[in-house]
């Protein structure tokens, strides 16, 4: 789903610039260098993890020849996937869950760094992400490129959408853990065990 969405970013960004597949590269550059062209940037996924498909996906990426997008894939250790993470500009999540009931940690450690989230859309995803609060959610490679464009429009500086999500992120990622104990479960559990909460 993300090199879809990957390749019809580049597409659309494309056609809004009015390029086509003859543009030279070192014209984009150049054009780049001179101011001309920042209303899109150029977008870098780095793909953590070592499945058993890496290999597959990077031979894939090898072949899409894209003018506004690169992939990096890398294995990163436990010190340094936080260091990634907090560097970023936004995350994307292509978990689905086979039971439905399983939620992403992948996207608890993004929310963790303040790094908000585009995530794969299924039943239980929005107990963790709040959509146009600390992420968006998509169900296809169009709403995700749809997305990105939106997000990173006028980057970095006239990126509100993008800014407002990073906020959001940062404000929900600052409730503490004994806050959401005594506003969601505590009342739960004493409402089981029929004690009125004080």
């Not at 906020?167 to 929900?172: D, F, K, R, S």
Request: net charge negative.
């Amino acid at each position: 789903m993300l090199l879809e969405a990957a390749v019809m970013y580049d597409r659309r960004v494309a056609a809004i610039l009015n390029e086509n597949d003859s543009t030279l590269e070192e014209v984009l550059w150049k054009e780049l260098a001179d101011g001309k062209q920042y209303l899109y940037p150029r977008l870098l996924f780095v793909i953590t993890g070592k499945g058993p498909d890496k290999e597959k996906y990077e031979e894939k990426i090898k072949k899409l020849h894209l003018k506004r997008v690169a992939f990096r894939t890398m294995w990163l250790s436990a010190e340094d996937y936080p260091l990634l993470l907090g560097s970023a500009d936004l995350g994307v999540c292509l978990h689905t869950s086979s039971s439905g009931l399983d939620l992403p940690m992948k996207v608890v450690d993004m929310f963790g760094c303040g790094l908000p989230v585009c995530a794969v859309s299924y039943s239980c995803i929005k107990e963790l992400v709040t959509v146009d609060k600390n992420g968006l959610l998509f169900s296809s490679p169009s709403e995700l490129a749809d997305e990105l464009l939106m997000l990173f429009k006028g980057f970095p500086d006239e990126c509100n959408a993008l800014k407002s999500l990073r906020n959001g992120t940062l404000e929900i990622g600052s409730s503490r853990w004994t806050t959401e104990w005594e506003e969601h479960a505590m009342p739960l559990i004493l409402e089981v065990l029929g004690v009125e909460s004080t």
